[in-house]
Nanobody, 118 residues
Framework: VQLQAYGGGLVQAGGSLRLSCAASGRTSSIYGMGWFRQAPGKEREFVVG????????TYADFVAGRFTASRDNAKNTVYLQMNSLKPEDTAIYYC????????????WGQGTQVTVSS
């Protein structure tokens, strides 16, 4: 399975961006997808997870209703709609996949840069 994340860019504080992550290859082996981010000098952190079948989502506390994850099964793509962006949201955002029968994110995309200016 290959994951391709895109949609990052430069946005002013308070603005919005939508990230996409397209999966290709043996996508049937993936149970769920997640978004993570890593800011300069910080550890990578979980943002949101979403299951392919039901679309059930789990968000990190810091999202606080600003981000929304969704998926389009027909396109094998998950999205991350980010609103009310803050400078502290600046990071490289990665998408990742959980294989069926496992409990950890083992498949990773290359990341897309999100920069929020104040």
């Amino acid at each position: 399975v290959q994951l391709q994340a895109y949609g990052g860019g430069l946005v002013q504080a308070g603005g919005s961006l939508r990230l996409s992550c397209a999966a290709s290859g043996r996508t049937s082996s993936i149970y769920g997808m997640g978004w993570f981010r890593q800011a300069p000098g910080k550890e990578r952190e979980f943002v949101v997870g979403i299951t392919w079948n039901s679309g059930r989502t789990t968000y990190a506390d810091f999202v606080a209703g600003r981000f929304t994850a969704s998926r389009d099964n027909a396109k094998n793509t998950v999205y991350l709609q980010m609103n009310s962006l803050k400078p502290e949201d600046t990071a490289i955002y990665y998408c990742a996949g959980i294989r069926a029968g496992t409990s950890s994110y083992e498949v990773w995309g290359q990341g897309t840069q999100v920069t929020v200016s104040s």
